[in-house]
C-alpha cells in the first residue's frame, strides 16, 4: 500500500497542529539555539497530545452516542457542549487565561458528558425492565 492511500486528513491536521505549536513556541523566544528548538519541539508534541487527547475524547463522544441510536442534534448530546463553551467563557472573562479557560472547558466537558452517559444508562435499564 503506498504512502499516499494510508495518509487521511487526520494527519495532515496533526502536522498542522505540531507545526502551529513549535512555531508559536520559536517565535516567543525571540532566538534559535539548540535548546530553543528542541524546547519548542518538545511543546510541539506536547500540544499534539492534548490535541488529540481532547479531539479523540469529543469525536469518541460523539460516534459512541450516534452508535447508540441518538442524533447529533439531541439536547442530551449538545448538552456537555454547551456547559464547556458556557464555563469556558465564563472562566476566561473573569480570569483573562486562555490556558485556564480551556481547561475548565475540558472538564466541564468531561463531568457533564458523564452524567449524561450515566442518565442514558438509567434511562435504557428502566426501558429494558419495563419489556
Known amino acids: 500500500m503506498a504512502l499516499q492511500d494510508r495518509l487521511r486528513p487526520w494527519h495532515a491536521l496533526m502536522v498542522l497542529v505540531f507545526l502551529v505549536g513549535t512555531t508559536v513556541v520559536l517565535l516567543r523566544t525571540g532566538s534559535i539555539t539548540t535548546r530553543s528548538v528542541l524546547s519548542a519541539v518538545v511543546s510541539g508534541l506536547f500540544g499534539l497530545l492534548v490535541f488529540q487527547f481532547t479531539a479523540g475524547s469529543v469525536w469518541g463522544y460523539a460516534v459512541e452516542y450516534h452508535n447508540t441510536g441518538g442524533e447529533w442534534t439531541d439536547l442530551p448530546f449538545l448538552l456537555p457542549f454547551a456547559a464547556a463553551g458556557l464555563a469556558g467563557v465564563v472562566v476566561g472573562v473573569r480570569s483573562g487565561s486562555v490556558g485556564a479557560a480551556a481547561w475548565t472547558a475540558f ?4 463531568v457533564v458528558a458523564a452524567v449524561v452517559a450515566v442518565g442514558a444508562w438509567v434511562a435504557a ?7
Open 107 to 110: 472538564w466541564a466537558f468531561v
Open 125 to 131: 435499564g428502566y426501558r429494558q425492565a419495563g419489556t
